[in-house]
Structures are given as structure tokens and as C-alpha cells.
């Protein structure tokens, strides 16, 4: 049974399948709903921690990214997490201690709307082709289904606002649920 009064919540999935839009506004419906507006949500996007925290080892030209100084992230993390209450919005998700994490959603995408997605995002070829593969290969699924126990893990689709709503819904559902066995 975790220590924390609120769950932390892990949003994953291949680029471009929906993370940042669904942790914005599961965030947003969570302090406005009254069964859990007492807790202060807080949106972790790990891309912009990792920048604004240093915890890389540079920009690598090739992929378009920054390298990511995975203990560094870990150690700064470790603080965040504690209170609970974090959405925390990253690509994967095996880097995460399986004790931080109470629910992990894998948002998942029809390859060809993610080609579109990153191609409008601006995304170089290399990048959106790996993307791509990775989507059709499952690897983020698998490695959620390898890193967490399989009753915390929950695949979601997200290609249309309908399918965003009701997966807000879902989670919200299941924060109160949380909330209600372990929250005290
Ligand atoms: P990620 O954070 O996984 O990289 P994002 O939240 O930035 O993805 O979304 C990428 C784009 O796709 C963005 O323009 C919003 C759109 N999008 C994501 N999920 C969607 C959905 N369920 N319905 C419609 N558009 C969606």
C-alpha cells in the first residue's frame, strides 16, 4: 500500500499519441471535480524537466533530442513524486521505480495519423519512421507491461477528441476509486 494521500499517474506512449494534450486536461479535470480538488495536481512533463533541470548530457544534433542523464533525472524526480498527485508525462516508462507509480497509461495511435501528427510537428524523417515502428511494434506497451504489474497497466486509445474525453473520464473514475482504498 503506498505512503502517498493521492496516486501518482504515469501518461506514456510513442510521440505524437497524445500524452501532453491528455495530462493537461486530465490535470485541469481533476482540480475541478470535487471529490479530488483538495489535492494540488501538477503536470510533470519529463521533456521540459529535463531541460529546465539540466538533467542531460547535451543536444544530440542527429536525433533532434537531448541526451538524458537518466540518474540525474531519477535523484531530481525522486523529490517530485513523493507528495503524490503528479501526472507525470514522459515516452517511456521503464525508468521509473515501480514504487513511484500507481497507474501507467500507454496512449496508443493508428500509425498513419502518428506519421501525420509528427510530420506536421516538424519532425525529420529519421525520427518519424522510428516513431513510426516503435508504434507499430508496441515496444512502449511491452515495456509497460515488462516494468509494471499487469493490473496497473492500461492501454488507451487516443485518435479522437471522443476517445480523449472518455479516457479523462476513465481516469478520473478511477483517481476517486484510488482515493477511496487508500487515501485515508
Ligand atoms: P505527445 O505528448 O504524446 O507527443 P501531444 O499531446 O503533443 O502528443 O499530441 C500530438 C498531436 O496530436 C497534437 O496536435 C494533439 C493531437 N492529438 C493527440 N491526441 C489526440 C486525440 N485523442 N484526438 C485528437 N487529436 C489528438
Request: aromatic share 8%; hydrophobic share 35%.
Amino acid at each position: 500500500m503506498p505512503s502517498r494521500q493521492w496516486p501518482n499517474i504515469l501518461i506514456t506512449g510513442t510521440p505524437g499519441t497524445g500524452k501532453t494534450t491528455h495530462a493537461a486536461q486530465l490535470v485541469e479535470a481533476l482540480q475541478s471535480s470535487p471529490s479530488t480538488s483538495s489535492a494540488t495536481w501538477e503536470h510533470v512533463n519529463v521533456g521540459d524537466f529535463v531541460k529546465e533541470k539540466g538533467c542531460h548530457s547535451g543536444f544530440n544534433e542527429e536525433w533532434q533530442s537531448w541526451d538524458v542523464d537518466e540518474d540525474k533525472l531519477l535523484d531530481e524526480l525522486e523529490l517530485v513524486q513523493q507528495a503524490g498527485a503528479k501526472v507525470i508525462d514522459w515516452h517511456t516508462c521503464d525508468l521509473f521505480p515501480e514504487r513511484w507509480i500507481d497507474l501507467v497509461l500507454v496512449l496508443r495511435c493508428d500509425h498513419s495519423q502518428l506519421w501525420a501528427r509528427l510530420e506536421k510537428r516538424g519532425y525529420q524523417l529519421n525520427k518519424i519512421q522510428e516513431n513510426n515502428e516503435a508504434e507499430i511494434m508496441e515496444v512502449v506497451l511491452n515495456d509497460a507491461r515488462e516494468s509494471y504489474a499487469a493490473e496497473i497497466v492500461v492501454e488507451m486509445q487516443s485518435e479522437k477528441p471522443e476517445d480523449m474525453e472518455q479516457n479523462i473520464e476513465r481516469i478520473v473514475s478511477w483517481v476517486q476509486a484510488w482515493r477511496a482504498d487508500y487515501g485515508g
